[in-house]
């Protein structure tokens, strides 16, 4: 879900604000990777809070760096 939304904002995101949207991904990766077998259970909580980390880079960048289509 999060690598998807990291892919779509090369549609409106210069080529810097894709890298930062795949900057955040790689934690999220390493993460789910680590806990998946001691604490399967926050392995869910971690794509919602990527998904909120990517909407608020979304929103910073359309409002303060003006990125648009």
Known sequence: MVLWCS???GLFAPWWGVV????LL???VW?????????????IVV??????LWAGLAWFGAVVWDWSP
């Open 7 to 9: 892919v779509s904002t």
């Open 20 to 23: 930062i949207a795949f900057a």
């Open 26 to 28: 790689v934690p999220q």
């Open 31 to 43: 993460l789910v990777a680590r806990w998946a077998r001691t604490r399967p259970r926050l392995t």
């Open 47 to 52: 794509p919602v809070v990527g998904l909120a």
